[in-house]
Nanobody, 124 residues
Framework: QVQLVESGGGLVQAGGSLRLSCAAS????????TGWFRQAPGKEREFVAF????????YYTDSVKGRFTISRNNAKNTVYLQMNSLKPEDTAVYYC?????????????????WGQGTQVTVSS
């Protein structure tokens, strides 16, 4: 099972930017996709963004479209989430995931491997 480590979280003012990284312990297969999810206090973990292995297909939840960009560098086994125009409602622990099973990409239950998460706090 691949190990994932997220980094890049922190405290930022509303309107600011952060770039999260998700580093994998080894290269993944060409069929592997990566997803970013987030979990705010008292809420369920929710889908944020998806990218396939080649980077040719990306999907976002509606609330982050136009503000967040997911990308990857397979030579570095790393997936990124560039977050711009951050809002207080973006405050959450952000997780990356891989090993997508047969389920839909926006479902938490579809992913087999998770990182430990990185905290993002956006102040107003």
């Amino acid at each position: 099972q691949v190990q994932l480590v997220e980094s890049g979280g922190g405290l930022v003012q509303a309107g600011g930017s952060l770039r999260l990284s998700c580093a994998a312990s080894r290269g993944t297969s060409r069929s592997s996709a990566t997803g970013w999810f987030r979990q705010a206090p008292g809420k369920e973990r929710e889908f944020v963004a998806f990218i396939n292995w080649s980077g040719g297909n990306t999907y976002y939840t509606d609330s982050v479209k136009g503000r967040f960009t997911i990308s990857r560098n397979n030579a570095k086994n790393t997936v990124y989430l560039q977050m711009n125009s951050l809002k207080p409602e973006d405050t959450a622990v952000y997780y990356c995931a891989t090993d997508l099973g047969r389920g839909v990409y926006y479902s938490v239950a579809s992913w087999g491997s998770w990182g430990q998460g990185t905290q993002v706090t956006v102040s107003s």
